[in-house]
C-alpha cells in the first residue's frame, strides 16, 4: 500500500478485524463499495429500487432491519456529490449486543486506502469485506521473470493478482548441423543472437522493476533448461534488481504458464520472506541485549516509552498479540488525571490522589497505537511483529510485546 504509515496499516486491520466480528441474525447487514467513478445519482437510484424490492422480504424483523440499513445508506450517500478519489465504502446494518431485542444499529463510512476497482452491493448476515482484505495483501510486489532460449515473460504479482509486463520472442536459431567451419560460424551466431536476446531482457527488466525498487520484494526467475542461470549469473540486469533475486525455479512451461508454475514452485520462498525479517531484527534485538559493550536494546512499557519520548528508539518492535489499551483517568472533583494500563478491571477502581474522590474514565486508546503514534512522531522505524514465528512468540512472551533497538546508549 502506498502512502499508508504503519499507524494507518494498523488501523485498518484492527478496522477489518472489527468489521469482520460483526454479524447480523439474517441477511440483514448492507455492504456498499461505490468506485470513484460511479455515479452517486445511479447509487442513489438503486438503493431506492433495493428499498422497493425489500418490501417482498417474509421476516418482518429482517425487512424492517434491512429497509433501515438502505434508508442509511441513501442518507449517508446524500452527503457526496461524487465518491473519494479511492472510492467510498459503506458499512451498515443491526448488529445483536446479546439476546432479542438487543440490536442497534451501526454504520461505517470511509475511503479505503486504495481504489475500488468494482462496485458492489451486498445483503449478508455479515459484512463483505474481501475486498478489503485483499488490499492488505497487495502491499507486496515480487517480480517474476520466465526465461529460456526461446522467449520470455516479465510480470509482477501483486497480493493475488498477476500482471504480465512484457512478452519477448528470441529468434535464436535452433540447431543446425552443417559440419567444419561453417558449423562452427552457425554455432557462434546461434550463441550471439542468444547474448542479444538476453541484453534485451535484461533492459525489459530494468524498466519493469527500476521504476518500483522500493516495493519490489523480491524477484524470482523460472523457465526450462539454465537459461535462467546464465541470465542471473551475466551482467544482463541492474544491480538494484539482481539483488533482490531470491531464487530461481524449474519450469515445465513458458509464457503465461510458466509465470504461474513459477509463483507455485517459489510459494515457500516467497511466503518466508515476511518470516525472514521478522526473525532477523528479533535477533537483531536480542543480540543488542546480551552486548554488554552496546547495548542498543531497551524493553518494557515505561522503559521504551521513556526512550521514544527522549528520540532514542531507532526501532520499534510491537507484538501484533498486544490487546492492552491505555486508559486516562479523571478525578471529576479537582481535574487530576492519571494514565494507566489496566491488567483487570480492579485496576481501574481508585481515587483521587489530591481529594480522594473516586476516579473517573476519560478515555482509552490502543496501546499500540500509543506507541505507533510516538514512534512517527520522533522518526523511529516501526515493526508489527506476528506470533506466528518462534522469535515473535518469545517477543511477546518474555518481553511483554514492547521492545525497541536504540539510536544510542542509554546509561
Known amino acids: 500500500m502506498e502512502d499508508i504509515s504503519s499507524k494507518e496499516l494498523y488501523e485498518f486491520k484492527k478496522m477489518i478485524k472489527n468489521l469482520s466480528e460483526k454479524k447480523g441474525r439474517g441477511t440483514e447487514l448492507v455492504s456498499v463499495y461505490i468506485p470513484h467513478d460511479k455515479q452517486i445519482s445511479d447509487v442513489a437510484k438503486q ?36 465518491a473519494p478519489e479511492n472510492g467510498l465504502v459503506l458499512f451498515t ?36 469485506l474481501e475486498p478489503l482484505e485483499e488490499m492488505i495483501a497487495e502491499r507486496d510486489v515480487y517480480g517474476i521473470a520466465v526465461i529460456d532460449r526461446k522467449e ?11 500482471e504480465i509486463i512484457a512478452t519477448l520472442t528470441s529468434g535464436v536459431p535452433g540447431k543446425h548441423k552443417a559440419g567444419g567451419q561453417s558449423q562452427r560460424r552457425f554455432d557462434r551466431v546461434i550463441e550471439d543472437a542468444a547474448r542479444e536476446f538476453l541484453k534485451r531482457i535484461g533492459r525489459h527488466v530494468n524498466d519493469a522493476y527500476l521504476p518500483i525498487k522500493d516495493d519490489l ?35 515445465s512451461y513458458t509464457g503465461e504458464f510458466g509465470i504461474r508454475e513459477t509463483i507455485e514452485k517459489a510459494s515457500d520462498a516467497l511466503d518466508e520472506l515476511d518470516v525472514i525479517k521478522e526473525k532477523k531484527v528479533v535477533s537483531r534485538f536480542l543480540k543488542e541485549l546480551i552486548d554488554d559493550k552496546s547495548g542498543l536494546a531497551s524493553y518494557g512499557e515505561k522503559e521504551v516509552k521513556r ?32 494514565v494507566i494500563i489496566p491488567r483487570k478491571s480492579a485496576d481501574l477502581d481508585f481515587k483521587c490522589e489530591n481529594c480522594n474522590e473516586q476516579m473517573k474514565e476519560e478515555s482509552r486508546e490502543d496501546l499500540v497505537d500509543v506507541f505507533v503514534e510516538m514512534a512517527e512522531e520522533v522518526g523511529s522505524n516501526v515493526e508489527l511483529i506476528s506470533t506466528e514465528t518462534d522469535e515473535g512468540v518469545q517477543l511477546y512472551r518474555a518481553f511483554g510485546g514492547i521492545a525497541a533497538i536504540l539510536r544510542y546508549h542509554i546509561s
Do not use: H
Not at 428499498?51 to 418482518?60: F, T, V, Y
Open 93 to 128: 446494518g443491526m448488529i445483536p449486543r446479546g439476546g432479542p431485542g438487543t440490536e442497534k444499529m451501526e454504520t461505517y463510512v470511509f475511503e479505503p486506502p486504495e481504489s475500488i476497482p468494482t462496485y458492489w452491493y451486498i445483503c449478508d448476515s455479515q459484512f463483505y
Open 307 to 338: 526512550n521514544l519520548q527522549i528520540g532514542a528508539v531507532d526501532t520499534l518492535l510491537l507484538s501484533e498479540g498486544l490487546t492492552l489499551e491505555s486508559v486516562t483517568m479523571k478525578c471529576p472533583q479537582c481535574g487530576w488525571e492519571k
Open 217 to 251: 520484494r523480491g524477484v524470482v526467475l523460472g523457465g526450462p533448461g539454465n537459461t535462467k542461470i546464465d541470465f542471473y549469473e551475466g551482467d544482463f540486469m541492474q544491480y538494484e534488481i539482481k539483488d533482490k533475486v531470491i531464487t530461481t525455479v524449474d519450469t
Open 152 to 162: 520470455a515473460t516479465i510480470a509482477t504479482l501483486k497480493g493475488k493478482r498477476v
Open 47 to 82: 438503493m431506492r429500487d433495493e428499498l422497493g424490492q425489500s418490501a417482498n422480504i417474509k421476516s418482518k424483523s429482517t425487512r424492517k432491519n434491512v429497509q433501515s440499513a438502505i434508508e442509511v445508506i441513501i442518507q449517508r450517500i446524500r452527503l457526496f456529490k461524487q
